[in-house]
T-cell receptor, first 115, second 109 residues
């Protein structure tokens, strides 16, 4: 398997622009997670899906952030409008299982810079 | 409900041992340990489940004290390849995994 695939790997944009990050989970995995990593706040869970349904979005910073999972093989995280404080590395991860024993496999991350 | 890790950073000489601690304020179902090398994604090391089942690698092991809601990661005879940031993740019985702030481990020759 190719693992979790994220795109783009790097994105530089200007404040106010829309940003869309994409993720393809490992085939057969039924949970998908979006994390944001910064020096100040570490690895923060933004949202996670189980069987394509959003289960917990309590980590989404504000209404400028939205995430979708239209099918089992694709998810997007959108920021509109983007702000400099959104600059971070965004990781997508997927896992198989329904309990706390599920192991997360991370993608390589998308490094976002908002100027 | 972010777990608390200590220490924040450790510098070791090759061959020395290290212990990284992780504690939660809420009853845990499981504790996960991941390692992240600079510029890379976190990679799974091991999971400790409530009830005592423990998993580990050869020289990296961990314990889980359910009463104290604490876990410790033990790295013995450290190698240069062990360098990186170690994260513990707390889980309370569903799929959600919340990570601690991380412990940066530097191994010097």
């Amino acid at each position: 398997d190719a693992g979790v695939i994220q795109s783009p790997r790097h994105e530089v944009t200007e404040m106010g622009q829309e940003v869309t990050l994409r993720c393809k989970p490992i085939s057969g995995h039924n949970s998908l997670f979006w994390y944001r990593q910064t020096m100040m706040r570490g690895l923060e869970l933004l949202i996670y899906f189980n069987n394509n349904v959003p289960i917990d979005d309590s980590g989404m910073p504000e209404d400028r952030f939205s995430a979708k999972m239209p099918n089992a093989s694709f998810s997007t995280l959108k920021i509109q409008p983007s702000e400099p404080r959104d600059s971070a590395v965004y990781f997508c991860a997927s896992s198989l299982g329904h309990s706390g024993a599920n192991v997360l496999t991370f993608g390589a991350g998308s490094r976002l810079t908002v100027l | 409900q972010q777990p608390v890790q200590s220490p924040q950073a450790v510098i070791l000489r090759e061959g020395e041992d290290a212990v990284i601690n992780c504690s939660s304020s809420k009853a845990l179902y499981s504790v996960h340990w991941y390692r992240q090398k600079h510029g890379e994604a976190p990679v799974f090391l091991m999971i400790l489940l409530k009830g005592g089942e423990q998993k580990g690698h050869e020289k990296i092991s961990a314990s889980f004290n359910e009463k104290k809601q604490q876990s410790s990661l033990y790295l013995t005879a450290s190698q240069l390849s062990y360098s990186g940031t170690y994260f513990c993740g707390s889980n309370f019985g569903n799929e959600k995994l919340t990570f601690g702030t991380g412990t940066r481990l530097t191994i010097i020759p």
